[in-house]
């Protein structure tokens, strides 16, 4: 129960730490609105139930252990950070936090709804091929694994046990955002926003392959 509650407490500290998956999240959020924020939280729990399957068939060891397979999803995890970076740098229009909140506005919350699915794609790709989420399968939750039980069932609640604790923060983050509507609606700052996302994906896509 210790170990356990050790765990818990280490995968909250793990989630809240800024990252990729807080930056999609933030950009997702301020740009298109809450609902295109929980997209994205969606598509993040996708890739890590992905990498908790992967775990429970004993794949994630193996592709640790190959070089090639590592490297190979290394550089496309990097690639896609990347490309989402420049994107977002570049791009000159936006949709505002008001304007998607906004229902008199339907032709621009049917452009945004047409773009969920993107959302969705960003979250779920940016784990898939983030080789640090294979490191926390094979270096962390094994340090919590009672090798005298069954060793898979425990792999796969430890793997729930993280995914569930990220969705919950990032539930959470997505809620403040979307309620810190003065601040989001000024231009200036929504511009310094996109600008810096934009950076700081470039820079987790060039840090991945450090």
């Not at 989420?133 to 069932?153: A, C, E, K, R, S």
């Amino acid at each position: 129960m210790d170990i356990l509650f050790a765990y818990i407490l280490m995968a909250i500290m793990m989630s809240m730490l800024p990252g990729t998956d807080t930056v999609l999240i933030m950009k997702n959020t301020i740009n298109h609105g809450a609902t295109a924020g929980r997209y994205t939280i969606l598509g993040m729990a996708t890739g890590l139930t992905f990498w908790t399957v992967i775990a429970f068939l004993g794949l994630s060891v193996a592709i640790s252990q190959s070089v090639l397979l590592f490297n190979i999803i290394k550089y496309l995890g990097a690639t896609y950070l990347f490309y989402l970076g420049v994107r977002v740098f570049f791009t000159k229009s936006k949709l505002s936090l008001e304007a998607a909140q906004d229902g008199s506005q339907r032709s621009i919350d049917k452009s945004s709804q047409n773009h969920y699915k993107e959302f969705y794609l960003q979250g779920a790709i940016s784990n898939i091929l983030n080789p640090k989420t294979i490191l926390v399968y094979i270096t962390f939750m094994p340090q919590f694994i009672n090798l005298n039980g069954n060793i898979n069932q425990q792999l796969i609640g430890l793997g729930l046990i993280l995914t569930l604790i990220a969705v919950g923060w990032f539930l959470i983050l997505v809620y403040l955002l979307s309620h810190v509507k003065k601040l989001l609606k000024k231009p200036g700052f929504q511009k310094i926003f996109q600008k810096s996302t934009g950076v700081m994906l470039i820079g987790f896509g060039v840090k991945t392959v450090i």
